[in-house]
């Protein structure tokens, strides 16, 4: 089993730029979530889907989309990149509610 | 503001010494997991626990849970080097929304 892969692994966008970070999965999750981690502050919870065609926002979802139109992928958009937008993003899954995520190896956005 | 607040946020120790890392907040949380990561990876699962006041051991790796499921500790006794990395709670609220503290990065030299 891959688990959970994300492509990029390295990204550097020019202020006002759009590109799609990718996330998939073969372990049949229901759940899937993006998280972007800065220093300090832990990981912080993006957006997260519970099944295909329901996605919903978490603690930080401003500037950010993103569509499930399939169980095992969940990409992650970027409209106008902004530098503050830098950071480790994780995408994860779990199979239901109050059981363990499964990370991918993140991807490391620059916006200069 | 953070949910979960961990402290300390570093910790550098010798080989051999205890530690304790908390995890703190003012909600009640239906379940709590910790987690390790390594530099260039995701975090792993290390432990969840459930029921106020459980207890659980993993080899060195005490947790605990507290009585109201609003905070929870990670001990380790006499750690090893191998212990080195990012420890992060995480809380389990609102259905299903995960919330991670800040983390606690932990240094264990030879």
């Known amino acids: 089993n891959a688990g959970v892969t994300q492509t990029p692994k390295f990204q550097v966008l020019k202020t006002g730029q759009s590109m799609t970070l990718q996330c998939a999965q073969d372990?049949?999750?229901?759940?899937m979530s993006w998280y972007r981690q800065d220093p300090g502050m832990g990981l912080r919870l993006i957006h997260y889907?519970?099944?295909?065609?329901?996605?919903d926002q978490g603690e930080v979802p401003n500037g950010y989309n993103v569509s499930r139109s399939t169980t095992e992928d969940f990409p992650l958009r970027l409209l106008s990149a902004a530098p503050s937008q830098t950071s480790v993003y994780f995408c994860?899954?779990?199979?239901?509610?109050?059981?363990?995520?499964?990370f991918g190896n993140g991807t490391r956005l620059t916006v200069t | 503001t953070q949910l979960l607040e961990q402290s300390p946020q570093f910790l550098s120790i010798q080989e051999g010494e205890n530690l304790t890392v908390y995890c703190n907040s003012s909600s009640v949380f239906s379940s709590l997991q910790w987690y390790r990561q390594e530099p260039g990876e995701g975090p792993v699962l290390l432990v969840t626990?459930?029921?106020?006041?459980e207890v659980k051991k993993l080899k060195r790796l005490t947790f605990q849970f507290g009585d109201a499921r609003k905070d929870s500790s990670l001990h380790i006794t006499a750690a090893q080097p191998g212990d080195t990395g990012l420890y992060l709670c995480?809380?389990?609220?609102?259905?299903?929304?995960?919330?991670f503290g800040g983390g606690t990065r932990l240094m264990v030299k030879p």
């Open positions: 372990m049949n999750h229901e759940y």
């Open positions: 995480a809380g389990e609220y609102a259905g299903n929304m995960l919330t």
């Open positions: 994860a899954s779990r199979p239901l509610v109050n059981s363990p995520l499964h």
């Open positions: 889907s519970v099944g295909a065609g329901i996605t």
């Open positions: 626990v459930v029921t106020g006041g």
